[in-house]
């Protein structure tokens, strides 16, 4: 069984500051997708990388792939409000097709 | 398109009482999963289907049943629920095809609150 531990499970900051969040494993993924997920609604998908090294950018939003393919991370710059929710990393195993572990998630509050 | 959809979206059950978490999509999606989420454990995976007729179990599959008889629905079976079901149920899918089958979106539904007393 393939496991993620994401970390810090819980985070609360205030408006402007920046974040970092991490998800690791002892595992190799073929691929690692970020879900956001918002109360009363699934998860929704942010990002997919998919190469070791790679770095994807999405606005103020930055995911990075781990030269292993073991972690990857999202940092957020500048943070907003808007930016509160759960944030779920997902990995996807080497012969697992389109199985997905998911980490335990983030809860990001950003407070005005 | 409607996406993925699920019914019902709230459900409070007895212990011992037996119910069917509906889930569809009409997106032509080939495979289709059911996922649980309980507090600080993320998303773990009961069910799965990679096409019609076919089903594979995943993490947590004891105390569900799943069936594929058609590529658009892909119900979920509590045969005789315990308290320790008490959770929020996700339904997903996402295009299957190829090698590159790991890298595609998976779309959620809305989501199932199940409480069971």
């Known amino acids: 069984t393939q496991l993620l531990e994401q970390s810090p499970q819980f985070l609360s900051i205030q408006e402007g500051e920046n974040l970092t969040v991490y998800c690791n494993s002892s595992?190799?993924?073929?691929?690692l997708q970020w879900y956001r997920q918002e109360p009363g609604e699934g998860p929704v998908l942010l990002v997919t990388?998919?190469?070791?090294?790679e770095v994807k950018k999405l606005k103020r939003l930055t995911f990075q792939f781990g030269d292993a393919r073991k972690d990857s991370s999202l940092h957020i710059t500048a943070a907003q409000p808007g930016d509160t929710g759960l944030y779920l990393c997902?990995?996807?195993?080497?012969?697992?097709?389109?199985?997905?572990?998911f980490g335990e998630g983030t809860q990001l509050t950003v407070n005005p | 398109n409607a996406g993925v959809t699920q019914t019902p979206k709230f459900q409070v059950l007895k212990t011992g009482q037996s119910m069917t978490l509906q889930c569809a999509q009409d997106?032509?999606?080939?495979?289709m999963s059911w996922y649980r989420q309980d507090p600080g454990m993320g998303l773990r995976l009961i069910h799965y289907?990679?096409?019609?007729?076919?089903?594979d179990q995943g993490e947590v599959p004891n105390g569900y049943n799943v069936s594929r008889s058609t590529t658009e629905d892909f119900p979920l079976r509590l045969l005789s629920a315990a308290p320790s079901q008490t959770s929020v149920y996700f339904c997903?899918?996402?295009?299957?095809?190829?090698?590159?089958?790991?890298?595609?979106?998976?779309?959620f539904g809305p989501g199932t609150r199940l409480t069971v007393l």
């Open positions: 997903a899918s996402s295009y299957s095809r190829g090698l590159s089958s790991s890298y595609n979106e998976q779309f």
């Open positions: 595992s190799v993924f073929s691929s």
């Open positions: 990388v998919v190469t070791g090294g």
């Open positions: 997902a990995g996807a195993g080497e012969t697992s097709g389109s199985r997905l572990t």
């Open positions: 997106m032509n999606h080939e495979y």
């Open positions: 289907s990679v096409g019609a007729g076919i089903t």
